[in-house]
């Protein structure tokens, strides 16, 4: 995805993480690294470099739920994995209509 500008939060669905079957969303999401970054990491530990994001998963809670390398998509855990398991199930039959988004001015698009 190239973007005009870098964003400091990225919003999504959980469906549009999955990237393999598993057991838990651990699986799900490829997520390998179990470190708890409290704080958006400087680098990312996969890749090294420094484009962390915050990743916000419509219908779990409100504000980051984990960190998201922008470069590489790896993704790491912010809160301890039965607290984010708990909220991940929340998000996870939900679903949105792209066609009832608002479509941002152009200065607006990241």
Known sequence: MIREKRVTTE?????DLVIQSGN?????????????YKTKPKCCPSCKKTHIIGLEILGTREGTIMW?????????????IERTEEWISRGKNFWTTPQDWL????GELN
């Open 11 to 15: 919003m999504m669905i959980y469906s």
């Open 24 to 36: 838990s969303f651990l699986e799900e999401l490829g997520i390998e690294d179990l470190h708890i």
């Open 68 to 80: 998201i390398c922008d470069d590489c998509d790896a993704l790491f855990l912010k809160y301890d």
């Open 103 to 106: 479509i941002p001015q152009r």
